[in-house]
């Protein structure tokens, strides 16, 4: 649903739902607030539809009558046999009765302005179809950072998806590569390096792969929501207007009967983070790697203001005014239920980062504490203060090195494109006006602070890790070479290494990391 989409539909939804209030406000309505002055309720007492609006003078000669034209507003008194006389508004005193027509054209634009200031705010809101490009970029991070055997999608029906599990990635085969070597080499560094980068990287790419999927899921909640939301709001206007009709034609002991339509922009968002929603955005990140729904599902808060309900909206009360407060109550329910939605999302995106810092080992190599000290004897530190190792194999020490420079290539590349793609964080797809004093949603942006927290958050992280993967990397050289090289050299050498590992070109040779400043 583009934002194109829901103007039309919403503006072709107005005059039809004024017209309805118009009305049962005619019909109801003025009928008790004149004296001496009911409606007609015969099929010819009229509608917007019909033109006018035909109204019974009890006490009159002759059972006289008025009626007006809309949606010009001009009064005409019936005259059974004589022509009809066109009258004003005010005062009047017909055959004998009094009775005051009231001046009903400003009364109708005060009911239009009304209806539509209930409506309008959300034709500039968020548009679903924006986020399409940070959806696809946030994805691409979340698959390029994935480790294990690499997931792809096909399609298996014309409703349904399947993953189909194929070759280990790059990144696997850098670490499997690298731990094969490792078991040929002995020695204080190789014990070391065992213990701390080569047996932690797996795990901690596999932290930061969650992380750029909390966001993509975050993301594609967000589209969900809010085209949820429309869709509700849209057959929501479908049902008030049909039930303002209903209650304007209802005749005495025959009360309508209203139409409940169910709230589903929280409830939509849930299933995009469960995994379950059949929903194009929320397939393309769900399909980065299989078992993705339980990590942010864990995120997911659980607190009752959370938690999906089956809410409906309907039309209460038995009368005009009821009706009319029940029409603004229930846009405000619409409103609440994409701002618990962008709440609940904002949550996940928040205890994400939080999980990041608690469980620094499961994301990061580079932050062994989160006071950013070295714990005692740490393997890594151990690793890097190494200047010697008899026991070293010079060829296959090289090598790890070239892998693992691969590995930092292309995290700090993955931090260059997600901190440089304008689509990633784009702030103003976020932006939406308010709605009679109340910004519709979380916020005049949503989750977006939360949702670009997360993201700053994993750029600095992968910052971090690329820099400490190049200073492994530049160790294990040195400890090939005997510490021969410069640190000119060692870069030179490195990338030339890292050309000779053709077989890992697949993945990684997908991110560009020549504009890298870091």
């Known amino acids: 649903?583009?934002?194109?989409?829901?103007?039309?539909?919403?503006?072709?939804?107005?005059?039809?739902?004024?017209?309805?209030?118009?009305?049962?406000?005619?019909?109801?309505?003025?009928?008790?607030?004149?004296?001496?002055?009911?409606?007609?309720?015969?099929?010819?007492?009229?509608?917007?539809?019909?033109?006018?609006?035909?109204?019974?003078?009890?006490?009159?000669?002759?059972?006289?009558?008025?009626?007006?034209?809309?949606?010009?507003?001009?009064?005409?008194?019936?005259?059974?046999?004589?022509?009809?006389?066109?009258?004003?508004?005010?005062?009047?005193?017909?055959?004998?009765?009094?009775?005051?027509?009231?001046?009903?054209?400003?009364?109708?634009?005060?009911?239009?302005?009304?209806?539509?200031s209930w409506i309008d705010p959300w034709m500039d809101a968020v548009d679903p179809d924006d986020f399409s490009d940070q959806v696809a970029s946030v994805v691409l991070i979340a698959q390029q950072l994935h480790i294990g055997e690499s997931t792809?999608?096909?399609?298996?029906?014309?409703?349904?998806?399947?993953?189909?599990?194929?070759?280990?990635?790059?990144?696997?085969?850098?670490?499997?590569?690298?731990k094969s070597d490792l078991t040929l080499m002995s020695g204080g560094a190789v014990r070391s390096l065992q213990l701390s980068y080569t047996n932690d990287v797996g795990r901690t790419i596999s932290g930061q792969q969650n992380l750029a999927a909390v966001a993509a899921l975050a993301l594609a909640a967000e589209v969900m929501a809010w085209t949820e939301c429309y869709t509700t709001l849209t057959e929501f206007l479908k049902a008030a207007t049909a039930d303002f009709n209903s209650f304007a034609n209802a005749?005495?002991?025959?009360?309508?009967?209203?139409?409940?339509?169910?709230?589903?922009?929280?409830?939509?968002?849930?299933?995009?983070?469960?995994?379950?929603?059949?929903?194009?955005?929320?397939?393309?990140?769900?399909?980065?790697?299989?078992?993705?729904?339980?990590?942010?599902?864990?995120?997911?808060?659980?607190?009752?203001?959370?938690?999906?309900?089956?809410?409906?909206?309907?039309?209460?009360?038995?009368?005009?005014?009821?009706?009319?407060?029940?029409?603004?109550?229930?846009?405000?329910?619409?409103?609440?239920?994409?701002?618990?939605?962008?709440?609940?999302?904002?949550?996940m995106c928040r205890s994400a980062v939080e999980d990041m810092y608690e469980k620094p080992d499961n994301y990061s190599i580079a932050r062994r504490?989160?006071?950013?000290?070295?714990?005692?004897?740490?393997?890594?530190?151990?690793?890097?203060?190494?200047?010697?190792?008899?026991?070293?194999?010079?060829?296959?020490?090289?090598?790890?090195?070239?892998?693992?420079?691969?590995?930092?290539r292309h995290q700090r590349g993955l931090a260059s494109r997600l901190s440089g793609d304008a689509s990633a964080l784009a702030s103003a797809h976020w932006s939406r006006p308010a709605l009679h004093g109340d910004t519709i949603g979380y916020g005049t942006t949503g989750a977006f602070d939360q949702y670009a927290d997360l993201v700053n958050q994993l750029v600095d992280l992968l910052v971090d890790e690329a820099r400490t993967s190049h200073r492994v990397a530049v160790q294990c050289l040195d400890l090939a070479t005997d510490f021969e090289q410069t640190d000119l050299g060692a870069k030179e050498e490195l990338a030339k290494i890292n050309r000779g590992l053709t077989h890992l070109h697949q993945q990684f040779n997908t991110v560009d990391d020549s504009s890298w400043k870091g």
């Open 152 to 178: 792809t999608t096909t399609q298996s029906s014309p409703d349904g998806t399947a993953r189909t599990l194929s070759a280990v990635t790059d990144i696997q085969s850098a670490v499997d590569d690298s």
């Open 369 to 408: 504490l989160r006071s950013g000290e070295r714990q005692p004897n740490d393997p890594l530190q151990s690793f890097l203060d190494a200047d010697v190792d008899l026991v070293v194999k010079p060829r296959l020490m090289r090598d790890i090195a070239g892998r693992i420079e691969t590995i930092s």
């Open 251 to 347: 005749t005495d002991g025959s009360g309508p009967s209203f139409t409940p339509v169910a709230l589903s922009a929280l409830s939509g968002a849930a299933t995009v983070v469960a995994g379950t929603a059949v929903f194009p955005p929320a397939a393309a990140a769900a399909a980065v790697v299989a078992g993705i729904a339980t990590v942010a599902v864990a995120f997911w808060p659980n607190d009752s203001y959370a938690a999906s309900k089956d809410v409906r909206v309907v039309l209460e009360g038995g009368d005009y005014t009821a009706l009319l407060g029940s029409f603004m109550s229930n846009v405000r329910e619409i409103e609440d239920d994409v701002f618990r939605a962008e709440y609940a999302i904002g949550r």
């Open 1 to 116: 649903m583009t934002a194109d989409s829901v103007r039309a539909a919403l503006e072709e939804l107005k005059e039809p739902l004024v017209e309805a209030v118009i009305n049962a406000y005619m019909r109801k309505k003025l009928s008790a607030d004149v004296d001496n002055f009911y409606f007609d309720p015969s099929e010819e007492g009229g509608s917007c539809e019909a033109g006018e609006f035909r109204y019974k003078l009890p006490r009159a000669f002759a059972d006289k009558g008025v009626y007006c034209y809309y949606p010009s507003g001009v009064w005409k008194i019936d005259h059974n046999i004589a022509s009809d006389v066109t009258t004003s508004a005010g005062d009047k005193n017909i055959e004998g009765e009094h009775v005051s027509l009231p001046d009903l054209v400003p009364i109708w634009d005060e009911i239009r302005t009304e209806i539509h």
